[in-house]
């Protein structure tokens, strides 16, 4: 869930390479949908969306049981002082500051994966 598409689907490119199966939203709203219909393993989120921040779409998924055990990774440009905080209290397990490492990002979604199992 990105706000920038072409990033999303750069993400998504390089994780389908790795095996890895995607969906990719645009939208807050979207990516609820989609993750109480699809129960990712694993959810990739940015905090810039066009309807939800990403604050609200984490505490939504971390407080609905179809969704509450599903690791939140958010990736974010965003920088303010209290980003990480305020991204913990919503939920996620991890937090990446845009722009990232791709190899940084793969072990911690792999280090979500392997807690979560």
């Keep these: 869930m990105d706000d920038d598409q072409a990033s999303a689907d750069m993400l ?33 989120l940015d905090l810039r969306l066009p309807d939800l921040d990403g604050f609200t779409v984490c505490q939504q998924l971390v407080d ?19 980003i990480i905080r305020r991204s913990r209290a919503a939920g996620c397990q ?13 072990i911690l979604i792999r280090q979500a994966l392997s807690e979560a199992a």
């Design 64 to 82: 609905d049981p179809v969704t509450g055990d599903i690791p939140v990774i958010i990736v974010s440009g965003m920088e303010k002082p209290d």
């Design 12 to 44: 998504s490119l390089r994780l389908n390479r790795l095996g890895f199966s995607t969906t990719t939203a645009d939208c807050g709203e979207l990516a609820l949908t989609l993750a109480r219909a699809e129960c990712p393993d694993v959810i990739l």
């Design 94 to 106: 991890f937090y990446v500051r845009k722009p990232y490492d791709p190899n940084a990002l793969l």
